[in-house]
């Protein structure tokens, strides 16, 4: 088997993007990050690569800077070719995020020491429960962008997303798809969530934030079942989302709303 890499997203849409539908559910991210890279979103520098063996794919991996390494789902002995692969290419590799086993594997391969980690679990939606909480949901408008890239810069600090870029494009381009919802108690904003149009007949919630101030009132449960029941409304036949392990608090709100565990995932950033 080998890896092929290229910077043409459509050149690696046609070779992965039919692997990646396979399993739509476990490949959540990579197939977000793909319509990113369709749109122009990841412009600075990508790099996308599918493992073959002939005409039959294996496995996709894309690196969108300045975010970690992104796994699919690929076989746990082609990590080391991987790893080489992106050695020869000279390719500056800050982090390894995916299924918890892969990433592992592949830091051992990288050989740069572990500088942080991250333990996150994929939920996927049973039956959505009711929810009743004080307020109503409103769809973000493009008035919205200030405060919206403000709430979203407040949630990767607080849970330490290593990442130096402007989310303000991400934020607008959200605003845009009417992907943002608040949730309004009193005419203000209490809560913050997002949901991803469906791909492949799949939505994922994230992020999702309420202010530390506002918190312990339901308002993150609100509005979180605003955003699956929006996701719903629009066609999804699976919504998803990834939990903070070192956060209890909210994996127990989110299987209180009717979400089950799939699978373990983490992201390893080198030092």
């Not at 990579?30 to 493992?51: C, I, K, N, Y």
């Not at 407040?154 to 303000?168: G, L, R, S, Y």
């Not at 009193?186 to 994922?204: E, F, H, K, N, T």
């Not at 506002?214 to 079942?225: P, W």
């Amino acid at each position: 088997m080998n890896w092929t890499f290229t910077a043409d997203a459509e050149e690696y849409a046609a070779a992965a993007e039919p692997w990646l539908l396979r399993d739509p559910v476990r490949n959540t991210v990579p197939l977000t990050v793909l319509r990113g890279l369709r749109s122009g979103q990841f412009a600075e520098d990508p790099l996308m690569g599918w493992l073959s063996d002939d005409d039959s794919v294996a496995g996709a991996v894309s690196h969108t800077p300045p975010y970690p390494l992104l796994l699919g789902g690929v076989p746990l002995g082609s990590l080391p070719s991987l790893a080489a692969g992106l050695i020869e290419l000279d390719r500056a590799i800050p982090g390894v995020s995916g299924p918890l086993v892969l990433v592992e594997a592949f830091a051992r391969e990288w050989w740069r020491p572990e500088a942080g980690r991250r333990s996150e679990r994929l939920y996927r939606l049973g039956s959505l429960a009711p929810c009743t909480v004080p307020g109503k949901p409103r769809t973000a408008v493009a008035s919205d962008l200030p405060e919206a890239t403000r709430w979203f810069v407040a949630f990767q600090n607080e849970a330490e997303v290593d990442v130096e870029a402007d989310p303000t494009p991400v934020v607008s381009a959200r605003i845009n798809r009417e992907e943002l919802i608040w949730w309004e108690d009193g005419d203000r904003p209490v809560a913050l969530a997002a949901v991803s149009s469906p791909i492949a007949g799949m939505s994922r919630v994230g992020p999702v934030y309420t202010p530390p101030e506002l918190r312990r009132r339901g308002y993150g449960s609100a509005v979180t079942h605003a955003v699956t029941h929006k996701a719903l409304d629009d066609g999804a036949a699976e919504v998803l989302l990834f939990t903070d392990l070192d956060n209890p608090t909210s994996n127990s709100i989110y299987q209180s709303l009717g979400y089950r565990p799939v699978e373990d995932y983490a992201s390893i950033r080198f030092g």
